[in-house]
């Protein structure tokens, strides 16, 4: 059973900086790549950026990079993502997933966190 852990959330000023955590306490995180996604209110849920098994290989979005950082520590089964910059078009639900190809998520879902940017 995957059950990913999302945590980090928050409200800050748009400018500031957050760090979410995902934490895959059943160690199925395997040979996986692993994705975030985020889900803004009304809208489709969308990736991010995701961050190959060895964490040489990281892939984002447009609308984040150079803002946004992904990394892994595999010995902790946890995958972060460094948020600075924040706008308030940031703000969302950002969930963790297992991914498949491109961004293609296995649809395991936490409950994920919510991060909320103030302009």
């Known amino acids: 059973q995957v059950h990913l852990v999302e945590s980090g959330g928050g409200l800050v000023q748009a400018g500031g900086s957050l760090r979410l955590s995902c934490a895959d306490p059943?160690?199925?995180?395997?040979?996986?790549?692993i994705g975030w996604f985020r889900q803004a209110p009304g809208k489709e849920r969308e990736f991010v950026a995701r961050i190959s098994w060895s964490g040489t290989s990281t892939y984002y979005i447009d609308s984040v990079k150079g803002r946004f950082t992904i990394s892994r520590d595999n010995d902790k089964n946890t995958v972060y993502l460094q948020m600075n910059r924040l706008k308030p078009e940031d703000t969302a639900v950002y969930y963790c997933a297992r991914v498949q190809g491109v961004s293609d998520p296995d649809n395991f879902w936490g409950q994920g966190t919510q991060v909320t940017v103030s302009s």
């Open positions: 059943g160690r199925t995180f395997g040979t996986w790549t």
